[in-house]
């Protein structure tokens, strides 16, 4: 059964860095891509960054500069390196892997997208950024 446990969370002060991790457990198939999504309170859940399996990325205009989003392909590990962090950062963040339909589909796109009922995803790890 494939399992996806995210770890890294914390409290920081603003400006801080953090780097979460995400491990897929349960299979090894790095045709899938990932992603790595956040929900703050009383907003929409929200793409961050997603990675397809070629190491093309694509991120959020919000994060663009600060945030770096990687994969280990031995160890099937998802992080997300978090640098010059603001307040509005605050939130859960998710990490989330699947398979793009078809091979017309670039997967960074599909991940990016992905709608919670898709896919494979993590219970989230929690991101407090104080000013």
């Known amino acids: 059964q494939v399992q996806v446990v995210e770890s890294g969370g914390g409290s920081v002060q603003a400006g801080g860095s953090l780097r979460l991790s995400c491990a897929a457990v349960?299979?090894?198939?790095?045709?899938?891509?990932m992603a790595w999504f956040r929900q703050a309170p009383g907003k929409e859940r929200e793409a961050v960054a997603a990675i397809d399996s070629d190491s093309s990325t694509v991120y959020a205009d919000s994060v663009k500069g600060r945030f770096t989003i990687s994969r280990d392909y031995a160890k099937n590990t998802l992080y997300l390196r978090m640098n010059s962090l603001k307040p509005e950062d605050t939130a859960m963040y998710y990490c989330?892997?699947?398979?793009?339909?078809?091979?017309?589909?670039?997967?960074?796109?599909?991940?990016?997208?992905?709608?919670?009922?898709?896919?494979?995803w993590g219970q989230g790890t929690q991101v407090t950024v104080s000013s």
């Open positions: 989330a892997t699947d398979q793009a339909p078809n091979l017309d589909l670039w997967g960074g796109s599909w991940c990016f997208s992905l709608p919670p009922t898709t896919g494979y």
């Open positions: 349960g299979f090894s198939d790095n045709s899938y891509c």
